[in-house]
């Protein structure tokens, strides 16, 4: 269940807005902070909170890259899987990750810190090889370079 | 118009009509998955495609996406194109299963044809295929998500098209999903149209589930008659027994859908329980030993009490032809007019729609479509007519306005604007609602009554009283609209409130608005029992006169009061009081239980027939199948028996109107054919419309619209000072309406296994600040007690509702018929909460 | 006259074959006593064969009905408890049957075969209508490996979503890949 | 007193000759079946009895019992009438055949023909001609296509084919000097008229096989274009009259040619019948070998055949007969 204050915020969010609709996205991202990733509990709270039903927010939520609808790890790599990323080493760069992790594409390590997520441009293009952990990018990876994000990511958490 | 070339062969298509579309009109069938005539273009699958050689494009291009324009010139067998075509079907043939022989879609499957015709005979594909979990979608469709193809017709119909919303795509891309969010039964009524839809087996229909092919099925056109649309439906026929229905495409009436209430409605038909033979005091007999007694035994009685004691009671399921054969014994024979109708009032509010409904007001199901304002009085689309409520989603998809005004809680699958009144207070709204759209002016160009009857519209004060009022939004709309239509039920409105609604049409076409009149009325053959019934020939005053002894005979044909009638006790007093009760039906009905003498008669799929529908609409449906008991019971289960027999069994019963002409001829067996030669002049006699055809075959698919029974004489000249009195809601007791559900409530639907698992529980709707008033909440069982008799069910609170009103659903599975005939009011202390 | 010659020489000519032919031994094969072992694939008498793991292989698809030249093929198809599609009845009228094994090319099974029995006579012409009791046997007849619903998509107890011939495992539509 | 002796040994005679002929008739086609099997390198019928000696039997009892069918759309009478018209016809030709010089019981002669007529041989011309009109009528009265062409090749066919008949016997007649059967086999007590007309003997045995309708002369039953033509629609003992009648109408072919050309009766060392037997026998079995070597002539051949080729012969050789007899 959500806590009292964050659901009235929300509501007051939504209550100013034309269509309701409009607000899909960043409602399921506060549940999705709020929870971890979005649960089927979450999609029913928020289909509840825009007055859609819970398939019309399934529907948006299994579209959106950035919407978590499995557990994920406190840290998403997403690692970007595009035309320059691959011209840039994007394989290596995959696979020095998946080593470092001990995990595949797709999944999380056993202590939940990381999941490893391929994702399709992030506009870096200019760092490219590049990633997003929670939303912040990190460029020009190279393996000694993800050692000491990883490493730094680990000690922070 | 434009001209183009298809194929070498010139066509003028009006502006907008897609390329896909002209090559239609043209005979030319271009492969489509997406496209579908009701749903548009989305140009999502691609196999469309067409070169276009001369005009504006040039090259390759999806037809469904393109208007056709002046000076194309079109190919669609290119082979640029065809080679696109093939390509386009392998790709979507990757993933495609191998599991045609087990599914029910092959034999019809637009895919297999398409893929057959294409020319995409071997696989070349040999990798995995991609899978899908399915899902439970209830009883009525199987869901096999492998067989996809991602031409996203069933989302687009089932949230665009219809409104409801819990079927969609989930995920994306290659990964394109179509289900619920959870297993779960389907909300939308229209979901059976999915499996019509569906290019491939994705949705296939579940009660014929593995039953049978398309090529083995006998297909008839048909006509539904599990309400008074009258929607066009294609039975399919196997081994003697109606087996599945699907929507039959009708420009006026149901276009390319139906609801899935007609399109499971035909399981009486071939249910076990019905009856097949002839019964006389309960003991099977042959049909001619039944037709003897009966005969017989009429006889005794005409001799012994007149034949004024002898009584018949038709029914809104037969067929014109057989209540115009009934009328017509009734007169030949002197006895009693038969009654269609349950009381006086149904039979004049049916009477006074038929005579407000003037050629220039009536509009079909098609034209609501594209109304622009839809006020519906009285009337609870969803419950009573499904498909009117999926032809005002497209007016609203469209921009129309749609205002409900009714006591019930009525939902639909849009948005719309609803008022909870009472029906007593529908009169006032819309009085008011004309003086807010027409003025005096208006009003005087149609003539002096139209102007008394402007002029006494009660203003102010009463009107003030009526509550909630009416929102400036409505009034503006319907100001704007240019296309406004008034939908008006039958069922619960006094014949006030149909007359002023037909007056308020008139105005509103004075007021040069395009205005139009939808009935709704109260039984798929309703039209032609208002017709062919007198003002005062009712149930309720064959029970009266049973009761003072004036009626000592009563034959019931195709009708079971048992279903419809308020007061069980006081009709098994009645019946109980009668010397003779002939039932002729083809359900095992209580009344067919009670029966003295019982003769089967062949259901509408086994005799064809006529039905005019709530807009005047003469429809015919030919003779679908035989008869005879289904081989899946003849054989018991394992396979039918091996018999070289001429004769059928079960094959007795005939059409109910052949029966009674036996009757009205005393047995003497005359020629079918030039009985229906006799008939066909009683019915060209009585509806004038048809006098230019020679027989029913020459009517058209789409019907005929009669405009018998319609009286000009009755604009303007309604009572204002009876209708304007609103009686205050005290607060203490309500007024019981009984309503029809979608699923449920409605005679041969409810046989119907399959949709039992949709129907709603029975239950008392009470608006929720009144239950609170008494103390009751939702989900309480409450019992209501009156003099007759006592009725147990579960209190359903709304706030969307009038509150002085008591909704009663006349469900199946609740024993309602406690009342007494007429208007119900239920007293607050009536109801009481049961632990 | 040469003609004429000629015209009786070629008479003469055939005379004589036949005449010649009257001490030849008949090359008569004497049925009863003498039955030749046929090729197998000879149409005759039809069968419904099982699949490997013993399971009827008719799905009662009704393709065989559909494409029997003399409707001598019906059937009614039902659905069994574990998800196959089978015949609930299934019979053939061999007082009909022509033996052409069009159902035998349409069966998409593997289901309906013909054999060589040929000796299907009968007094009665009713013990000619034969019903799937009579019509199954236990073994595979001329295709022996094949198993239809390994490879169909639908799920039965050969197989849920996923576990047939060439399937990916089912689409997890929560999945966060992209 | 006389007359009634006369009766009875008419009657004897008659029941005799009917009794031998059927029973022929019956075994000729057990004879044919078996003898164009073995042509064909075949074994013929061999189930009923020793060597399927039952099977002619057998036959007749099946066509006896099958159901006898007449179309709905026949002329009924004609339809009936037909198969009767033939079998008689065919019957009837073998009163004038003698199968012996004769017989002499209790003191009485007792010729060994059922009636010597004086103009015996037109006698026969006139029974094979009424033969066309079972032929004709029944397929006319079938009304059926298959039948009604049938029944008019036939008609054709025996018409054409009876002149080149009859005047293949003219030179016979010229030297027997008698139309009398009885006279014509006395005459070659000598030797037999073969040697003397090998020309006619020619002539009268194609002719012969074609008025009984066998291959290479079957046209008027064709059953790969007519599906056995002017009896398609008959069936049962009706069908088996029409096949009955064939068969006589072989044997008295038979009997007819050992009577004109081989000497009749005449032979040494066996009695007489035994010898019309053998010759009737020896006729038949060429017939049959003709039968299991040469295909079906087409329509115009044999037509050819009859008009061009064998009346112009017979023509011919009476002119040629004439002319030695003068000389």
Known sequence: MLPKELRESLKDHIANIDHPRELAVDVMFTLQDHYGYLSDEAVKEAAELLEMTPLEVDEIATFYTFVYREPVGKYVIHVCDSVICWMDGYESIKDCLCTKLAINVGETTADGLFTLLPVCCIGYCDMSPAMLINRKVYGHLNPEKIDSILEKLKAEA | MSKLIIDDREIEVSPGTKVIEAAAQLGIMIPRFCYHPALGSVGACRVCA?????????????????????????????????????????????????????????????????????????????????????????????????????????????????????????????????????????????SGNLSDICPTGVYTDKPSRYFGRRWDYQR?????????????????????EV???????????NGYFICDRGRYGFFYSSLESRPRMARINGKQCTFNQAQHAMIEK?????????????????????????????????????????????????????????????????????????????????ADPIN????????????????????????????????????????????????????????????????????????????GKKLAEAQPPLSSEMLQSLQQSRRPIIVCGTEILSETVLSLSADFALLLQAAEKQAGLFY???????????????????????????????????????????????????????????????????????????????????????????????????????????????????????????????????????????????????????????????????????????????????????????????????????????????????????????????????????????????????????????????????????????????????????????????????????????????????????????? | MAEALEAIKALATGFATTFKHLFRKPITEEYPEFKRTLPERTRARIILTRDPDGGERCVACYLCSAVCPVSCISMQSAEKEDGRRYATWFRINFARCIYCGLCEEACPTSAIQLTAMFETCERDILTLVYEKEDLLVDHGGKDKEYNFYKYAGVVTQEGGKGEHIKEDKPVNVKSNLP | MDWIIGIIVLIVKLGLVLVGLLLLAAYLVWVERKFLARLQIRYGPNRAGKFGLLQPIADALKLMVKEDTVPEAADRILFLL?????????????????????????????PLV??????????????????????????????????????????????????????????????????????????????????????????????????????????????????????????????????????????????????????????????????????????????????????????????????????????????????????
């Open chain 4, 114 to 327: 059922i009636t010597d007529l004086n103009v015996g041989l037109l006698y026969v011309f006139a029974l094979s001609s009424l033969g066309v009109y079972g032929v004709a009528l029944g397929g006319w009265a079938s009304n059926s296509k298959y039948s009604l062409l049938g029944g008019i090749r036939g008609a054709a066919q025996m018409i054409s084919y009876e002149l080149a008949l009859g005047l293949s016997l003219v030179p016979i007649v010229m030297h027997a000097g008698s139309f009398s059967i009885v006279d014509i086999v006395n005459a070659q007590a000598k030797y037999p008229f073969i040697l003397l007309q090998p020309f006619a003997f020619v002539i009268f045995i194609v002719s012969a096989m074609a008025e009984s309708k066998r291959i290479p002369f079957d046209l008027p039953e064709a059953e790969n274009e007519l599906g056995a033509g002017y009896h398609t629609e008959y069936s049962g003992m009706r069908f088996g009259l029409f096949f009955l009648g064939e068969y006589v109408h072989m044997q008295v072919l038979g009997a007819f040619v050992a009577v004109f050309f081989l000497g009749g009766w005449r032979g040494p060392l066996l009695p007489a019948p035994v010898w019309l037997f053998i010759k009737i026998i020896l006729v038949a079995l060429i017939m049959i070998w003709i039968r299991g070597t040469l295909p079906r002539l087409r329509y115009d051949q044999l037509m050819a055949v009859g008009w061009k080729v064998l009346i112009p012969a017979a023509l011919l050789n009476i002119m040629v007969t004439g002319a030695i007899l003068l000389i």
């Open chain 2, 384 to 459: 009573e007519a499904p498909m009117l409520a999926l032809a005002m989603r497209q007016a609203q998809r469209n921009g129309a306005t749609i205002v409900v005004i009714d006591p019930r809680p009525v939902s639909l699958p849009f948005p719309f604007l609803y008022l909870p009144a009472a029906p007593m207070a529908l009169s006032a709204y819309l009085g008011s609602l004309i003086k807010a759209v027409v003025n005096r002016g208006t009003a005087d160009k149609m003539g002096d009554g139209a102007r008394k009857f402007y002029d006494r519209i009660p203003e």
């Open chain 2, 520 to 835: 709704l009325m109260p039984g798929a053959n309703a039209f032609a029992g208002g017709i062919l019934s007198g003002e005062k020939d009712s149930f309720l005053q064959i029970i009266e006169q049973i009761e003072d002894g004036s009626i000592r005979a009563l034959i019931s044909v195709e009708a079971d009061p048992f279903w419809w009638f308020d007061d069980r006790p006081r009709l098994e007093r009645a019946l109980d009081k009668i010397d003779l009760l002939v039932v002729l039906d083809y359900l095992d009905s209580q009344a067919a239980q009670r029966a003295n003498i019982f003769i089967p008669t062949a259901t509408f799929y086994e005799s064809g027939g006529m039905l005019i529908n709530q807009e005047g609409r003469v429809q015919v449906a030919p003779r679908a199948l035989l008869g005879g008991i289904p081989i899946s019971q003849a054989g018991g289960g394992d396979h039918p028996p091996r018999l070289y027999d001429v004769g059928i069994a079960g094959f007795d019963p005939k059409a109910a109107w052949l029966t009674l002409a036996d009757l009205a001829n005393g047995a003497a067996q005359e020629d079918e054919k030039a009985l229906q030669q006799h008939l066909w002049k009683q019915i060209s006699d009585l509806i004038p419309q048809l006098a230019t055809f020679s027989s029913i075959d020459e009517i058209p698919q789409e019907g005929i619209v009669c405009s018998c029974g319609v009286n000009i004489d009755s604009r303007f000249s309604i009572n204002w000072s009876a209708a304007s009195n609103i009686r205050h809601d005290s607060g203490d007791d309500f007024d019981l309406i009984e309503v029809d559900w979608t699923f449920g409530t409605e005679e041969l639907s409810s046989l119907s296994p399959c949709l039992w698992k949709l129907e709603r529980k029975p239950c008392l709707v009470m608006h929720s600040g009144r239950a609170e008033i008494i103390g009751l909440t939702d989900v309480d069982l409450v019992e209501i007690s009156t003099e007759t008799g006592s009725l147990e069910a579960e209190l359903r609170t709304a706030d969307n509702m009038a509150p002085g009103i008591l909704v009663l659903p006349r469900h199946r599975k609740l024993a309602w018929q406690i009342f007494t005939p007429g208007k119900i009011r239920i007293r607050k202390d009536q109801i009481r909460k049961k632990q």
């Open chain 2, 243 to 253: 087996k599945r229905q699907e929507a039959r495409f009708s420009e006026p009436v």
């Open chain 4, 82 to 110: 037909a198969p009767a018209v033939v079998a008689t016809s065919a019957l009837l030709m073998f009163a004038v055949v003698p199968f012996g010089s004769h017989l002499t019981l209790w003191g009485k002669k007792i």
């Open chain 2, 298 to 378: 009429l006889e005794e009685i005409k001799k012994n009490s007149g034949s004024a004691a002898i009584a018949a009671v038709g029914s809104l399921r037969s067929s014109l032809e057989t209540l115009v054969m009934l009328a017509q014994l009734c007169q030949t024979k002197r006895w009693r007019d038969p009654a269609c109708f349950i009381d006086s009032s149904q039979v004049q509010n049916v009477k006074t729609a038929i005579s407000r409904l003037e050629p220039q007001l009536r509009v079909s199901l098609r034209d609501i479509e594209r109304a622009d304002f839809i006020l519906a009085v009285g």
């Open chain 2, 50 to 190: 067409v070169k276009f050689i001369q005009g504006p494009f040039k090259g390759v291009q999806m037809s469904c996406m393109i208007d056709a324009q002046d000076g194309m010139v079109v190919s669609t067998t290119d082979e640029d194109v065809a080679d696109f075509r093939r390509h386009v079907i392998e790709w979507l043939m990757l993933h495609h299963p191998h599991d045609c022989p087990v599914c029910d879609e092959g034999g019809h499957c637009l895919l297999q044809d398409m893929t057959v015709s294409g020319g995409h005979g071997i696989r070349r594909y040999l990798g995995k295929k991609r899978t899908y979990t399915d899902q439970f979608l209830g009883p009525l469709l199987q869901h096999e998500m492998n067989r996809c193809i991602h031409c996203y017709r069933c989302s687009r119909f089932y949230q665009e098209y219809s409104g409801y919303r819990d079927l969609g795509a989930m995920q994306s891309a290659n990964r394109t999903y179509f289900g619920r969010f959870t297993d779960g039964i389907l909300e939308s009524p229209f």
């Open chain 2, 220 to 240: 008839s056109p048909s006509l539904c008659i599990n309400c008074s649309l009258g929607c066009h439906t294609v039975a399919s026929i196997k081994y003697r």
